[in-house]
């Protein structure tokens, strides 16, 4: 049984190398990243509307899990932040410092937009809506998707 398995694997291994040095198409995916990955990219994906409250409870969770308590939210080079995941206080003041050699517009929703010069930062008190505590993500210079969260606790 073991090297029935074994001659398996070794075909299979075989015919995906062969299909990826001639551009055929596989059924097997690789990330073609040079980076490790370590869930950030998950985080940022919210579930969807209709998402089950256990489907929520792990979001949350991998929220918590990459959440860092800082007193700043630097804005790197093309926009990426540091944390990818704040932590803060309710109603807690923290800054937004642009490090980057371009402004950034950093929007959480339509009543607060905060533009940061380069090399300068922004005061910003973290009270982002109604639902006071929880889970609020961000965009950057007009994107369609998050770039980063904050997570707002009482």
Known sequence: MAIWTLSVCAIV???F????RFGLPTLLVLQESSAPTSGA?????HPSANASQEEKNVYF????NHAQTADALVL???CTPVPLV???QLKKTFVIKNSDTVNHTIVFNKDHIYAVAAGTYKEVTADF???GAGIYQYGCDGSS???GIVLVSQ
Not at 41 to 45: A, N
Not at 61 to 64: C, E, I, K, Q
């Open 61 to 64: 969770d991998l929220v918590r």
């Open 86 to 88: 704040i932590s803060l």
């Open 145 to 147: 998707e998050a770039v």
């Open 13 to 15: 291994l075989i015919a």
């Open 76 to 78: 790197k080079s093309g």
């Open 17 to 20: 190398i062969f299909a990826r």
């Open 41 to 45: 990219e998950t985080v940022l994906t």
């Open 129 to 131: 809506g109604s639902i």
